[in-house]
């Protein structure tokens, strides 16, 4: 069941080693630790929980995210993926929280901090008499220290830095990562608001204010800044940008404060303090045979739903906090975040084309469908267990008690789709042939998507020819004697019109509480206009965050290369 790569994977960073190296657990035994870990808690049926759990994993229909599988009944487990930490204006703040990232770092979780609260650059600062270095210079610092935490030697750690679109340093902020190399361990985004899209809009002017005084220290185009986002980002891919509004209308707790930051990949709005635990659906689980055509198994979504849903909560009672304030808040709120991977290759299993209004059609039902059942399914945990403590000051008040204050995210997948042997969430193939470095030998191999390979053989057309013409490119547009249909089910992701990267990501965000972490991939003749028609397209669909990614913008990463970190 397990695929070369999937084992591959386990063996290098995830079943139990001891210090000499020698693996200590089978992958069976590894989703029994899980599994057993996360049902310590359970009052009733505890073995036929913890044999459900292990089913939904070993049967690789659902996975958690990755700290949950490697850190689970370890002594100290720390199973979250995701964080958010504050950064006030203060050295004393900044270092305190640079401590706390390395530890949720070397647990295996990644971190979002907003830099906004810093004052800019060469303001004063009362205690030296000297000046301030500015936000970008502590990016700097959390980067550097991030290379030097690997996450228990597993992964390196992940962050996401915010910069608020009125800060000062601004335009610094933007061509923070335009040297090939510089933030390596740093998304980075701009943190947007509607009132700036509107003032582009309207070309009107935009202040920049100084957090420290709230004074206004620069007046500019509002146009000019955001030109300068969309140049950067078609150079290198960078910032994204996340709208701050759209974030804060779905705040589920908008009395413990506004929401000013997201996790590494976007896909968890979080408070200061704030932890969310992820899993992901495997699609291609969910298929059925109906007259000999496939089709999608509700029935046993729905029930894959509930189970993943109760997983996440128990993760989220058996979990260990790096930090008291982390405790408090995670198990305050109880934010879990459910989502999908393999949405590509169901589409193809169901021979709808990814650039299809059908497939988009199909992922808004599809995620509507997970929405409302994992909603009941965390209505029926606080039947058993009571609401999540702030439940009464939540937006979900006073409608019919629930269990976690968010559901549903869509996580990138990164790892647990290759142990699963499927697509990534929901992003279209990115090619049907691959180089993958091997993480145990290191040796390079050529690979080649296995739904493809098993297509071209079912039509008869897997020959020496085809392979080499796709090993080549990693695409089939260019084979003549391809057919048609064929070629419109297999296009890769730079090959699919951005328009329906967007409708994609717009389908699943309508139904999800958090939010979808996507990479709009581009060719490399994309115009400046398209990518600035892109970002304001995001806004007015309603997306929390936008990342774009152009073809040979920079050097790209080997496939997974942060599974390989
Ligand atoms: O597949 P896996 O569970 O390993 O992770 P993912 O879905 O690719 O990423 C989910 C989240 O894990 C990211 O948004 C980060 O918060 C965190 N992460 C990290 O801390 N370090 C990495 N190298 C990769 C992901």
Redesign the pocket.
Known sequence: MLTENSIQILKARYLLKREDGKILETPRELFQRVAQHVTIIETKNQSQWADTFFNAMANLEF?????T?MNAGLENGQLS???VLPVEDGLSSIFETLKNAALI?QS?????YNFSKLRPKGDQVSASGGVSSGPIAFLKLYDSATEHVK?GGR????N?GILNVDHPDIREFIYAKSKEGSLENFNISVGITDDFMQAVKDNADWNLVNPRTKKVQKTIRAVQLWDAIVKSAWHTGDPGIIFLDTINRDNPTPGQGRIEST??????PLLDYESCN?G?LNLMKVLKKEDGKPIVDWAKLESLISVAIRFLDNVISTNHYVLPQIKKRSTNNRKIGLGVMGWAELLISLGIPYDSDDAVRLGEQLMEFIKVKSYEASRALAKERGTFASWEQSIHYPHAPIRNATCNSI?????????AGTS??IEPLYALAFKRVGILENKTQMELNSIFVSEMKLLGLWNEKTKAKVLETGSVQHIKYIPVDVKRLFKTSMEIPWKYHLLHQKAFQKHTDNAV?KTINLPKTVSLKDVSKIYKMAWEYGLKGITIYRDGSKERQVLQK??F?
């Not at 992964?155 to 992940?158: C, I, L, P, Q, V």
């Not at 990138?412 to 290759?418: D, L």
């Open positions: 996975l958690p995210n990755s700290p599988l993926a995701c964080f770092h295996g979780g990644g971190t979002g996450q992964r390196r750690g992940a996401m996790n590494p990949c976007g896909e968890v992820l992901s996580a990138p997948t990164g790892t647990i789709s290759v142990i990534y969430s972490s942060c599974s970190e």
